[in-house]
């Protein structure tokens, strides 16, 4: 049910991160790539924030979970990478369904103190190497790179397209959700729970789902950040990287594809253009992110609802 | 047997007696009113039938199962929809995604069709907003399908809920206070939708504070006073019961002074 003219912009947006690599440095295709991950990121993040409106602030964990699989499954047992990725996913599922399950209940604020937690419980078991595993605080360096058949993601622009390839991929998933009853169903408890149990729609089941859907993608971003790196280490999943993913959501604009890509793009590769500022730039960026949530409350690039089919309005 | 039996339900809160033994029986295709002064327990009735709230003591028992004290979401299951006093929609949508969540329990797509879309689901899709079609135009509300909900008048935003309510396609609909702040027209236009509800075949239960609608259109009438049910019977022997007149308009030897 895409339009024609949401459809040109995407071609758009893809064309351009298609060529982008060939005209960057080495330097600025590593910027990019994060920026791709991170963009997965904030929209797994956002199924559960923005369209079933859970506070999730430990969204950093099943992106860990995702990176931290990949590279123990590897580098402890020597699992070929591509073998490690379904466990990426799983695994990130099945923690979010058995974090989630006993907290769903809770308010916004409650929920949000106790993801929190369990982020820095993650965090703290990582770097205190639970099972000899994790590699503690430094973490583990030196995983291997995906072969699939016989093409082997080394290169810097392999892993490059790797990345667009998981973004185009997550774009796809959200664009099924947002057009299917499932995806619906995540506004409509949002927006009242109480008349959508009215209606007939399983609250809690679907608030699990949201969790189960957003750590699966979000794991998946993680090996691709393990892979981008050849290493994994617990800072890049801390509860401060989970308020990064959360910001970014709200700044960019809940529910909107758009504006969670701007969102990425604002709060992550602009601080990395303004490097030559060093601290400085925090300070316009902090000011700048307030003003846009006094401003523009619903984010820079709002979410548009009535996606509905044009057969119904026509006689 | 009928189609929703309430046998001794009571609901407390804290030490207040909301709703007190009250029996009541609807038999399938009637229109069933509740009526009573404010604060007799009324709306806490409905929340009691449609799961929001558990009652102490009774149980309701809907096409020979009991029901009492299953979950909302299981209850809209099994054919009992709603409206609520203060309209509830999802006011940042449009109009036709409000309704469309009516479907939800009549659409038999599953979880993973909100991640790959197979050729079930365009049916499964093709056919819900079909019959959102349907419904915008039996409420004639087509031509702000694109509209937001919450940016409607309030007329219309009670529409727009029956309208959503009949997408679950119910057997039981319960409406509460549906006629609150409507003018005469759209009263007028509120009875009549009533009456093709009825004729869809649905049941309908309804809580009115306009004695003028509840006479009009209801076939038995329930009367609660402190939870309690203080008479039943067909509008016009309530409208003459003695026991009802002194509940709404006080005793009549006290007016005289």
């Avoid at chain 1, 351009?16 to 330097?27: A, E, G, I, Y």
């Avoid at chain 2, 209850?75 to 469309?100: D, K």
Wanted: aromatic content about 12%.
């Amino acid at each position: 049910m895409m339009n024609t003219k949401n459809a040109l912009y995407y071609g758009i947006f893809f064309l351009v991160l298609t060529v982008l690599p060939f005209f960057l440095t080495s330097n600025w295709i590593s910027v990019m790539t994060t920026f791709l991950i991170y963009s997965v990121v904030s929209l797994s993040q956002d199924i559960v924030l923005g369209r079933a409106g859970m506070f999730d602030m430990g969204h950093a964990i099943f992106f860990g979970l995702g990176a931290y699989s990949t590279a123990i499954l590897n580098m402890v047992y020597g699992w070929p990478i591509v073998a490690t990725i379904p466990v990426a996913i799983i695994l990130p599922i099945i923690a979010s369904i058995l974090l989630a399950a006993p907290i769903i209940h809770l308010r916004g604020d409650y929920l949000l103190v106790t993801t929190i937690g369990f982020n820095i419980v993650f965090t703290q078991a990582l770097k205190n190497n639970v099972f000899g595993i994790t590699g503690g605080p430094n973490g583990i360096f030196g995983v291997e790179p995906l072969k699939i058949f016989s093409i082997t993601f080394a290169s810097q622009k392999s892993i490059y397209f790797l990345a667009l390839f998981i973004l185009l991929l997550t774009l796809a998933i959200i664009h099924n959700l947002e057009t299917s009853k499932p995806g619906r169903a995540l506004h409509y408890l949002n927006l009242d729970s109480l008349a959508s149990e009215c209606i007939g729609i399983n609250t809690r089941f679907y608030r699990l789902y949201a969790f189960a859907l957003s750590a699966a993608i979000a794991g998946l971003a993680g090996v691709v950040f393990t892979l981008q790196f050849s290493a994994v280490s617990p800072g890049a999943f801390n509860f401060i990287q989970s308020v990064l993913f959360f910001t970014i959501v709200l700044v960019g604009g809940p529910s909107s594809i758009p504006g969670v890509l701007l969102g990425t793009f604002f709060m992550f590769v602009v601080p990395e253009m303004f490097r030559q500022f060093a601290e400085a730039r925090y300070l316009v960026f902090g000011v700048a992110m307030i003003l846009i949530m006094i401003w523009r409350p619903k984010g820079i690039w709002p979410v548009k609802f009535g996606r509905i089919p044009n057969y119904i309005t026509k006689e | 047997m009928a189609l929703l039996e309430l046998d001794n339900v009571t609901k407390i809160f804290g030490g207040l007696v909301a709703v007190d033994s009250l029996s009541i029986s609807i038999e399938k295709g009637m229109i069933y009113g509740i009526i009573g002064p404010n604060g007799a327990g009324k709306t806490t009735v409905f929340n009691c039938i449609t799961g929001v709230y558990k009652p102490e003591k009774g149980k309701i028992i809907f096409k020979g199962k009991d029901i009492t004290g299953l979950s909302p979401h299981k209850i809209a299951n099994m054919g009992i929809t709603r409206t609520f006093q203060t309209i509830r929609l999802f006011g940042e949508m449009s109009v036709a995604e409000n309704i469309m969540s009516g479907r939800h329990s009549k659409s038999r797509q599953k979880w993973w069709h909100g991640i790959i879309h197979t050729p079930f689901y365009y049916k499964d899709e093709k056919e819900n907003w079909l019959k959102v079609r349907e419904y915008m135009e039996l409420f004639g509300l087509t031509h702000l399908a694109r509209m937001t909900a919450g940016s409607q008048p309030y007329g219309i935003q009670r529409k727009i809920e029956m309208a959503r309510a009949l997408a679950t396609e119910p057997e039981l609909l319960i409406l509460d206070e549906p006629a609150a702040g409507l003018n005469d027209k759209e009263r007028l236009e509120l009875l009549e939708t009533i009456r093709k509800i009825r004729g869809m075949g649905i049941t309908i239960l309804l809580i009115e504070h306009n004695m003028d609608l509840v006479m009009n259109i209801t076939e038995y009438i329930s009367v609660l006073n402190f939870g309690k049910k203080i008479a039943e019977g067909k509008p016009e022997e309530i409208q003459n019961n003695p026991v009802v007149i002194e509940a709404y308009l006080g005793k009549e030897d006290e007016d005289e002074f």
